[in-house]
Every structure is written in structure tokens, then in C-alpha cells.
């Protein structure tokens, strides 16, 4: 698909899971869009290869969105490289399959860590930047259609995801004074590879196309539509909001 869109030139775009899936998907399209990039991921190999050539416009950050130590000096790294930040795109995410009963508390927590914890301390480090430096920025969460809807064996994505909607209001509280805006938007299941056990599951996947009026998956692009169309000017009357990206699957 070819995009027309020019809404990024020369603006200076944080990605955190950026070293695949939506991540990946957003990066190529800010690049094409003439942004410069940091692209952050607990992946450091795969960032390097994913961007080998690209490092004129994007700087490459090995990061752990569930530290904030490890947060704070990748915010730094790009800031020392670009100069400042004008949007922060905070994708990074995990999904673990446990049933109620048998999550260990180190596997529910990993996943509040990076999902809602990861997404306040990338925000917050970003933030800070933006109200030091009177950057009317942007924040662009990314929640889920598990944030509306539950589904077997994934409660701990969900209530991270749920955490990531309500953060996102609350964020847009405290920054509108500042002409800040955060949203958020929810895809629903889309073909990345964390969605592999379901889409390769035979009674799983009916289960879920069952459910998607529209009877098909998402594709990463449709997605990312949606976070550039968020974090562009394109959205300067949106702050607060999830804007839920799902083919139908929470109509019923
Ligand atoms: N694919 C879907 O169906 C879907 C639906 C709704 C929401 N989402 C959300 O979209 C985001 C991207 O997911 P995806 O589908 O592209 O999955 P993905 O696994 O392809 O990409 C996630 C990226 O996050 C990185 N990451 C994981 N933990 C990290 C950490 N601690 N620190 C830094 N980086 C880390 C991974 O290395 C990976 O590159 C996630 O927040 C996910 O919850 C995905």
C-alpha cells in the first residue's frame, strides 16, 4: 500500500517495541512520513538488523520499558541525539497465557510491568521533557480490545490494557494545560506474532473470528493508521480517548 501523508516531517518520534509487529510497522511509516526516529526495544539485535541502513534518521535504543533507570537513559539517548521529542508512541507489550488459578505472581507481574508500568514510565520521562521544554508534544498509548473484552487465559492482559485506557484519560488530564495531548488506540486482534497462539489454535481462532463481524484479523498497517492519524495534527482536538480499532469485534 502506498501512503500519501507527510504529517512527520523533521519531527522527532519515540517507538518503544519498535523492533517488530505494529512497532516495526510504525517506524517505516514515520520514516516514510520524513520523521526522525527512536526506536527502542528490549531486542537489540533485531533493532539493529531490522534498521540496518536506516541509522541517518533513526537511532536504535536496547531498552526494558518495566525499568525505569533502563527508560530514562533511552529517553536520554534520543534526546542527546535529536535534540528533543514531539511524540511518543508507547507500543512495547507482552501478552502471557495463564488462567486464573495457575499465573505465579512472576508472570502476572511481568506483564503489569511491561504493559502499564512500561507505558507510565516512558510517558512520564517523555512528558517531563515536553513541559521542561514548552514542546506541545503528543502521547500515543496503545491499549487493546482487551481493554473492553476478555477472553480465556489472558486476565492479565487485559486488566494492563484496561490500566493503559484509564492512564491515558488521566494523563490527558494533567498535560491539556500544557497543549499536550495523550490518546490511545486498541487494536484488536491483529497479525503479529503475538497473536500466533490464537490465529494458530483451530478452535481458538473460530472462536475469535466468530466474534469479528468484519471475519478477519487486522493487518499491522490498519493499525498503525490509526496511532499516526492519533499522534499527527490531524487529532489536535483528541485527548483522552482509546479509539478502539477491531473490525466490529466489540459491537456484541
Ligand atoms: N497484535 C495484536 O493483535 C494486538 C492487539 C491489541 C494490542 N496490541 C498491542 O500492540 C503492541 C505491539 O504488539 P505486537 O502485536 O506488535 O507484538 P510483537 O511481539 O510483534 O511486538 C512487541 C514488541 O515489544 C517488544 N518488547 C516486549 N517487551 C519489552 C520490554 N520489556 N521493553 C521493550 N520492548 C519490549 C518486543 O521485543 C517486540 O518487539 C503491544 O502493546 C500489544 O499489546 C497488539
Redesign the pocket.
Known amino acids: 500500500m502506498y501512503y500519501e501523508h507527510h504529517r512527520y516531517i523533521d519531527k522527532v518520534c519515540v517507538v518503544?517495541?519498535?523492533?517488530?509487529?505494529?512497532?516495526?510497522?510504525l517506524c517505516t511509516r514515520l520514516l516514510e512520513e520524513g520523521a526522525y526516529v527512536g526506536a527502542?526495544?528490549?531486542?537489540g539485535d533485531?533493532l539493529k538488523k531490522v534498521f540496518a541502513g536506516k541509522e541517518d534518521r533513526l537511532l536504535p535504543v536496547e531498552?526494558?520499558?518495566?525499568?525505569k533507570p533502563?527508560v530514562d537513559a533511552a529517553i536520554n539517548a534520543v534526546i542527546e541525539r535529536f535534540g528533543h521529542i514531539d511524540v511518543l508512541f508507547?507500543?512495547?507489550?507482552?501478552?502471557g497465557r495463564q488462567s486464573l488459578l495457575d499465573s505465579t505472581e512472576e508472570q502476572w507481574r511481568r506483564v503489569i510491568?511491561?504493559?502499564l508500568n512500561?507505558t507510565f514510565f516512558c510517558a512520564q520521562a517523555v512528558l517531563r521533557h515536553m513541559v521542561d521544554k514548552g514542546i506541545k508534544g503528543v502521547v500515543v498509548n496503545?491499549?487493546?480490545?482487551?481493554s473492553q473484552i476478555v477472553s480465556p487465559k489472558t486476565g492479565a492482559?487485559s486488566a494492563?490494557?484496561g490500566g493503559?485506557t484509564m492512564f491515558t484519560k488521566f494523563a490527558a488530564l494533567e498535560m491539556a494545560q500544557y497543549g499536550i495531548r495523550v490518546c490511545a488506540y486498541?487494536?484488536?486482534?491483529?497479525?503479529?506474532?503475538?497473536?500466533d497462539g490464537?490465529r494458530n489454535d483451530p478452535d481458538r481462532c473460530a472462536m475469535f473470528l466468530r466474534n469479528i463481524p468484519m471475519g478477519r484479523?487486522?493487518e499491522?498497517d490498519e493499525?498503525t493508521s490509526v496511532a499516526l492519524f492519533l499522534g499527527s495534527d490531524e487529532a489536535s482536538y483528541c485527548t483522552g480517548q482509546t479509539w478502539i480499532e477491531d473490525g466490529g469485534n466489540t459491537l456484541f
Open positions: 518503544t517495541g519498535a523492533a517488530n509487529g505494529l512497532g516495526l510497522s527502542l526495544d528490549i531486542e533485531t531498552v526494558d520499558v518495566a525499568s533502563s508507547n507500543n512495547a507489550g507482552i501478552i510491568d511491561v504493559n512500561g496503545t491499549s487493546s480490545v482487551a492482559y494492563s490494557k493503559v486498541g487494536p484488536g486482534t491483529s497479525v503479529t506474532r503475538i497473536t490464537t484479523f487486522g499491522p493499525a
